[in-house]
């Protein structure tokens, strides 16, 4: 059985940008804190629904996707930033219901998290 990203044990190495893999990681996450180009504030995506551990997820087009929350069952939010240019960046807040939202690069609201990473992979 998969292990849970959130019980998944830290990196206990630093990853530069052009390092952080394309797929998710089954062994190990990495958290914002271990990205060496990591902007200040990505660490504190989650702090209003108190959410400490922001994780690598997976590249998406040109964009790094992190999480900070669970995957379901309670408040996420999903932050990409283009691995480019870090100050380009996407957030999509999914709540425990299901439901969610966010502002994509094609200027959208996207209401489906599908169709928000659809527009992160076609930006």
């Given amino acids: 059985m998969a292990v849970p990203a959130e019980q998944r044990p830290p990196t206990e190495r630093d990853w530069h940008t052009d390092e952080l893999p394309d797929t998710p ?14 902007p200040d504030d990505l660490a504190t995506l989650g702090a209003d629904f108190g959410v400490s551990l922001v994780a690598y997820k997976r590249r998406i087009g040109r964009f790094l996707l992190w999480r900070a929350g669970p995957a379901v069952g309670a408040d996420a939010c999903y932050a990409a930033l283009a691995a480019d240019d870090p100050a380009e960046r996407y957030e999509f807040r999914l709540r425990p219901d299901g439901s969610g939202e ?3 690069p094609d200027g959208g609201t996207h209401t489906r998290f599908r169709s928000w990473k659809e527009s992160l992979r076609d930006a």
Avoid: H, M, N, S
């Avoid at 990681?25 to 990591?38: G, K, N, T, Y």
């Fill in 102 to 104: 966010g502002l994509g």
């Fill in 25 to 38: 990681q089954r062994d190990f996450l990495i958290p914002a804190q271990r990205w060496v180009e990591a």
